[in-house]
């Protein structure tokens, strides 16, 4: 599942995504690149962090989040994206966009003046126009099959695209309109873009580090879209994962910043893919696993091995804060927080698990 991350030009996308995964690809004009740029980035989680000090296993493993770095925006989707775009944006499950929110004379704005909710609205018209253009073409098309052959479930997608359309001529996103699981399905091919869940990025200045702005403007003009956002300064989020953790925690508290913002951005992201997060504990190895939320205890199961949940019995389970208060299962199990739990059995974010199973 990847999580692709755009942009208009000069918006900093490339060293937000640099910033996210520890590398360092060349950046330059975003209109230039004619290939994506992918990596897979540890997520932050301060619970696993405390269950390896509490178990001082032999290894940590921590989930993943995989990032696309797409090339740009360019032009204008009401003439169609480019298809090298369209072609690598279709599979990402989510959308992170970098929205620039920062002065640099050595590379002015496009337009001018930095102008972030401009340009939100510029990208959101881009998506927009595109998966307008992408529903009035299959509609036409598919009228036309429908006329020759009456297959229920050609007119359920022609019904369900035409729902769509009317939702997007209002100039409103797809991720708004009401769609139930089987319409979801119909859809699920065409990749719409304002479908996809979005995480905005604004990318600040040195200058605005540690200031609410200009975040809280753009939050309150998109208080109503289903939108997440955030911001950061991508030069230097950049510049800190290249450091050694020691002049890295040095930097951090010249800032006075408990924490680096990528990993914030990172477990943001990584949330828009609704998964929800289990562990495994023990002497040998701390991990953390991801799931569909909804999923239930032999799915996560299956997560580990195939063969635990085609041979599940039952899951000992225990909340991670639990355990933690505890320190050990066995003071969990004298407290009442330990308990076993059946195939039916919903997991939670931050269950600690162990599964029972017999092949």
């Known amino acids: 599942m990847e999580i692709g991350?755009?942009?208009?030009?000069?918006?900093?996308?490339?060293?937000?995504?640099?910033?996210?995964?520890?590398?360092?690809?060349?950046?330059?004009f975003a209109g230039g690149r004619k290939s994506a740029n992918r990596a897979v980035a540890k997520v932050p989680d301060q619970r696993l962090d405390a269950l390896t000090a509490l178990y001082n296993p032999k290894r940590k493993v921590h989930a993943t989040a995989n990032y696309i770095d797409l090339v740009g925006l360019t032009g204008s989707a009401k003439s169609g994206f480019p298809a090298e775009f369209l072609q690598a944006v279709k599979p990402?499950?989510?959308?992170?966009?970098?929205?620039?929110?920062?002065?640099?004379?050595?590379?002015?704005h496009p337009d001018g003046d930095?102008?972030?909710?401009g340009d939100i609205q510029r990208a959101n018209d881009e998506f927009l126009f595109s998966d307008l253009a992408i529903c009035e073409g299959r509609i036409e098309r598919?009228?036309?099959?429908?006329?020759k052959i009456k297959d229920k479930d050609r007119v359920f997608e022609l019904d369900t695209l035409r729902k769509c359309h009317a939702h997007l001529e209002q100039e409103l996103p797809l991720r708004a309109l009401e769609l139930d699981e089987h319409e979801l399905k119909a859809l699920r091919s065409y990749a719409f873009l304002t479908l996809k869940p979005m995480l905005i990025v604004l990318n600040v200045?040195?200058?605005?580090?540690?200031?609410?702005?200009?975040?809280?403007?753009?939050?309150e003009a998109l208080a109503d879209s289903g939108i997440r956002t955030c911001q950061l300064c991508a030069r230097i989020e950049m510049e800190l994962s290249q450091m050694e953790d020691e002049d890295r925690a040095e930097f951090l508290e010249e800032y006075g910043i408990t924490e680096a913002?990528?990993?914030?951005?990172?477990?943001?992201?990584?949330?828009?893919?609704?998964?929800?997060?289990f562990f495994t504990v023990g002497d040998d190895e701390c991990r953390a696993?991801?799931?569909?939320?909804?999923?239930?205890?032999?799915?996560?199961?299956g997560a580990i091995h195939s063969d635990i949940q085609k041979g599940f019995i039952r899951g000992e389970v225990v909340h991670s804060?639990?355990?933690?208060?505890?320190?050990s299962m066995s003071a969990c199990k004298d407290k009442g927080t330990f308990r076993l739990e059946g195939k039916d059995y919903l997991v939670k974010e931050g269950d600690v698990i162990h599964f029972r199973f017999n092949v």
Do not use: H
């Not at 540690?210 to 939050?219: E, I, K, N, R, T």
């Not at 804060?321 to 320190?327: I, T």
């Open 5 to 28: 991350i755009i942009g208009l030009p000069q918006s900093g996308k490339t060293s937000l995504f640099n910033a996210l995964s520890g590398l360092n690809v060349e950046l330059g």
């Open 92 to 108: 990402c499950e989510a959308l992170l966009l970098c929205v620039r929110a920062f002065e640099d004379a050595d590379m002015p």
């Open 114 to 117: 930095p102008d972030p909710l």
């Open 142 to 147: 598919l009228a036309k099959e429908v006329m």
């Open 205 to 219: 200045g040195e200058d605005a580090i540690g200031s609410d702005q200009p975040l809280a403007q753009v939050q």
């Open 261 to 277: 913002a990528a990993g914030m951005v990172i477990r943001e992201s990584f949330e828009l893919l609704e998964l929800l997060t």
């Open 289 to 301: 696993w991801t799931v569909r939320q909804g999923s239930t205890a032999p799915v996560a199961a």
């Open 321 to 327: 804060s639990d355990l933690l208060e505890a320190g």
